[in-house]
């Protein structure tokens, strides 16, 4: 009796172990040893460890659509907290009756195809389509103004793709903040503002845009100004100071997973940049397909994916450090 | 254009391989509901038996010694064959087939890439194994690796009368073929210039597409297809794609960046450029044939150019994988369909360019089928011949050479 006790652990892992077995590990055991091969389809495959020049010769060349990678996920993981953190903020605290209808809105796009999400908003941002077509008739915009095939129509594709990502976790952290810890805040204190979120909101923001400006070499002054405006105006009024002492803090779990899982498909995405994109604004996950698929070049293409995979690991790995799970439950609160 | 053929269902290869990868196959089926799936097996699987020939059959096969097996698999690319007016989830020519010979076809649209496709019989031809497939279809350069390869079998012409003798001569001389037994051409279609000629202009040739004019730079689109962009690019040039080399791979390569920093060029994006063109967002791109005219309906402004230069085309292929069991059944089949009447029933169903001589007679002498004789996508008029220019065969060496060089044009 005891015996089969402590089988049922094993039992209970075994089916989730067979698949990672099957259909995870063993393929990336195959990619790993295909990274070290020589050869072609016709004359076929050799394996030998003095292939590892695979993968400097592999990088060497597409050094820029890693940066670009790099620049686009981390652009869009910020704008989908930005955008995300509001909205679970909303559904949670002032949700009421109406919290399970939000939330079956914010995932109601998974029930369609990820391309054809991806392809309708080729159709949203048409060069003379129902948001820009209008401004132009208008004269608000030059008529050669896009912003599909340009990486700022990437970006937005991909921070639209992950946007219920980042909703979901946050929204369940910040449900499980007790909001008697608010109002204890308050009742020791905290304002409902803060007299410095001006000034914060001001620098935030207006960074943020200057920052982005600069990877995308738009003009920076206007956009910035705007944005510290923006920034200053939402410091002031929105954001409370039980909210940056308490409630904030408490929904970092959230945030942290949103990012992770926001950043990490985002870092391999190459629908966005292939659909929405144009030469100039390919990444890394396009190179790899091409590799893969178009020049049969299996060693350069499992030796990119898995500097890929390094990569990311490397990142995901210095972002726990920084700002763990454990840490934040544990010494921050 | 004539005004009888209607293009409204029409999908072709190409716009099947864009569709089908991005759309996905729900999406696809939904467009291609007239035209039957693939997934279905069209010939049907009933056993009955054979009957006559209908009497309006017209060409006997003489002399065919070979017996027909009792069924043939077939593997083909989307749309490339006759759907039966009356039963849309059955092959006419197939069932035309088995009524005359008694062989069910296994007829499935399962190719939609040749590196793919070839890729998953590889193992079972290299270890001589039946590959599963009697007919594959493929394009000309994957014919002439595949020769090379020894991956084929040689056809036994005996078998094949019809073939012989109503392939047309522009199909011939091929280097990787010269004694054309080791495939029949299929279907052929075109890549030239979609544009249009309210926003640009009148143009007629391919520098168009590499010059910098306020009309079209940043309306310009190349297509991701290697051979196609570097093809043309070659002939804007005055280089020869029929004698590919990597100088004039390079020198294509060049012209096309140069395009791209000089702003010129919005996407080398191939397959959606359609929607490009349709929207306004492209008024010049590098396109196929067969989509422009199906364009014609959301946007009568895009014409296909034939230009000066000359346009490039390609050609699928039927050939016997090696190890096919059915080979004798194979070669019946491809010859069935080198009948001229059958072939102008197979081309009314679909919009290529036909290898097959005199179905363009049995048209022009039909009472309700004279408009497919003026399509200019099924029979290019006698002036445009001379300028069909084929892309010239590979190396494996070259070909990873010019895929290498061409990535840097796509932008990866």
């Not at chain 2, 009955?48 to 060409?59: L, N």
């Not at chain 2, 350069?141 to 522009?170: C, H, I, K, T």
Request: glycine fraction near 8%; hydrophobic fraction near 45%; charge should be negative.
């Amino acid at each position: 009796m005891q015996r089969r006790r402590a089988l049922i652990p094993y039992l209970l892992l075994a089916p989730g172990l067979l698949w990672l077995l099957f259909f995870f590990a063993w393929p990336l055991v195959q990619v790993f040893v295909a990274s070290f091969w020589s050869g072609s389809v016709e004359r076929g495959y050799s394996f030998s460890l003095s292939n590892w020049v695979n993968y400097p010769t592999a990088i060497e060349p597409v050094l820029p659509h890693v940066g670009r990678s790099l620049l686009y996920s981390a652009t869009a993981t910020v704008l989908t907290l930005l955008i995300a953190y509001p909205l679970a903020y909303t559904i949670a605290m002032r949700g009421g009756r109406a919290k399970n209808l939000l939330l079956f809105l914010i995932v109601a796009p998974f029930f369609t195809s990820f391309l054809l999400r991806t392809l309708s908003w080729k159709i949203l941002l048409g060069d003379s389509g129902v948001i820009f077509g209008p401004l132009k008739d208008a004269g608000l915009l030059p008529p050669e103004f896009r912003v599909l095939a340009t990486p700022m129509a990437v970006v937005a594709g991909i921070t639209y793709n992950f946007l219920p990502f980042m909703t979901l976790p946050i929204y369940v952290a910040l449900e499980k903040v007790d909001f008697r810890l608010v109002e204890a805040a308050r009742d020791l204190y905290a304002g409902p503002w803060r007299r410095q979120g001006t000034v914060v909101g001001a620098i935030v923001g207006g960074g943020l845009v200057a920052g982005l400006a600069l990877a995308f070499g738009w003009s920076p002054a206007i956009p910035t100004i705007l944005a510290a405006l923006v920034g200053a105006i939402i410091g002031r009024f929105l954001i409370s100071e039980a909210f940056v002492r308490v409630t904030f803090p408490l929904s970092l779990p959230g945030v942290f997973a949103g990012s992770l899982l926001t950043f990490i498909p985002a870092m391999g995405d190459y629908v966005n940049a292939e659909f929405l994109g144009n030469p100039d604004s390919r990444m890394l996950g396009n190179v790899i397909q091409n590799r893969f698929l178009t020049q049969n070049d299996f060693p350069e293409a499992s030796a990119l994916s898995f500097i890929l995979m390094g990569g990311i690991l490397v990142i995901v790995m210095i972002y726990t450090r920084v700002l763990g799970t454990d840490q934040l439950t544990q010494s921050r609160v | 254009m004539p005004d009888s053929i209607d293009r409204s269902i029409e999908i072709t290869r190409r716009r099947f391989l864009a569709g089908s990868a991005m759309a996905g196959f729900a999406a696809f089926l939904a467009a291609c509901g007239t035209q039957g799936t693939g997934t279905a097996a069209p010939t049907g699987t009933s056993g009955t038996p054979a009957t006559p020939p209908p009497s309006t059959a017209p060409v006997e096969t003489k002399g065919v010694e070979a017996t027909y097996s009792a069924e043939l698999n077939w593997a083909n690319w989307c749309c490339y064959l006759d759907v039966d007016p009356n039963d849309d989830t059955k092959w006419k020519t197939l069932e035309d087939f088995k009524a005359a010979n008694g062989t069910t076809v296994n007829y499935q649209e399962v190719i939609d890439e040749n590196e793919g496709f070839v890729a998953s019989i590889s193992n079972q031809i290299t270890a001589g194994q039946d590959p599963g497939w009697d007919i594959i279809v493929v394009t000309d350069w994957m014919v002439a690796r595949l020769v090379r390869l020894g991956w084929v079998e040689q056809f036994s012409l005996n078998n094949m009368p019809n073939y012989v003798a109503n392939v047309r001569d522009v199909y011939k001389d091929q280097d990787w073929d010269p004694t054309m037994d080791h495939h029949a051409p299929w279907q052929t279609g075109m890549t030239g210039i979609g544009y249009d000629p309210t926003k640009t202009g009148e143009l007629t040739s391919l520098k168009s597409l590499f010059e910098v004019n306020s009309k079209w730079k940043g309306k310009t689109e190349y297509l991701t297809e290697m051979r196609d962009s570097i093809g043309l690019t070659m002939l804007a040039l005055g280089l020869d794609p029929r004698n590919p080399t990597r100088d004039g791979a390079d020198q294509a390569v060049a012209a096309m960046l140069k395009a791209r920093s000089d702003g010129i060029v919005r996407d080398v994006a191939g397959n959606y450029y359609t929607e490009d063109l349709v929207s306004g967002a492209a008024v010049l791109c590098m396109a196929w044939s067969g989509d422009v005219v199906g364009l014609a309906s959301d946007a009568p402004n895009i014409k296909f150019l034939f230009p000066d230069e000359g346009v490039m085309f390609w050609t699928d292929n039927a050939v016997i994988p090696k190890g096919a069991v059915h080979k004798g059944t194979a070669e019946l089949m491809i010859d069935w369909c080198y009948v001229p009447e059958h072939q102008a029933q197979i081309e009314a169903g679909i919009s290529y360019v036909t290898p097959v001589k005199g179905v363009k007679e049995l048209y022009e002498a039909s009472t309700d089928q004279k408009a497919l004789a003026e399509d200019p996508l099924r029979f290019p008029p006698a002036e445009i011949e001379p300028k069909l220019v084929q892309f010239g065969i590979l190396s494996e060496e070259d070909e990873k050479y010019f895929n290498e060089q061409f990535a840097k044009v796509i932008g990866v």
